[in-house]
């Protein structure tokens, strides 16, 4: 039986997210993909993994997992408060869960999107070039409460606790803005306010 992550409790707007679909825009679709692309790389650093694997992208609120097999996570992006059964545990980092712990992941501390990301990868049927869940396109869908999501049967080599300082990107920071085809249907006192607030 091919390993599962269990998702005992869900957040709002949890889905599973890889780098995006390249090459689509042709067909009308979006490249999508995870919100913070930085957090997927981070957490293919932490895993050692050779290239960006698919992940969990919570939503300002993370949820509660079990694996029915042992797994190393790595947990990146939005720092949230989470928790391997009732012991805190550290964000951008890696860690070991077994089958009988409960991973809870709780609100976001900054920032919008975390990411919980099995070593063993997310196991999903590929639809044009990725796993992606694109809800306005209608691929995949949001993680509910009772979903089983399949992993890779090849179970990931052992490997020590890693940790990875990041920037605190996460408090906000300069926006830059550029005009674009819709500028000039706002009036020049709208386009005073936006620049000034």
Known sequence: MSPVLTVHAAGPLMTVQDMGRRGVTARGLSRG?????LAILEAAALLNAPEPVPAIEMAGKGGEFSFSGPAR????????RAFLDDAPIAWNATHAVQPEQRLTIGSVVSGTYGYLTPARSIALRPSLGGVSAHLAAGLGSTLRTGDEVPLENEAPPEAPPRR?????RFRGGVVRVMPGPQ???FSDEVRRRFFST
């Open 33 to 37: 993909g995870a919100v913070d692309r």
């Open 164 to 168: 990875l300082a990041v920037a605190d």
């Open 73 to 80: 996570i790595a947990l990146t992006g939005a720092p949230m």
């Open 183 to 185: 500028t000039d249907l």
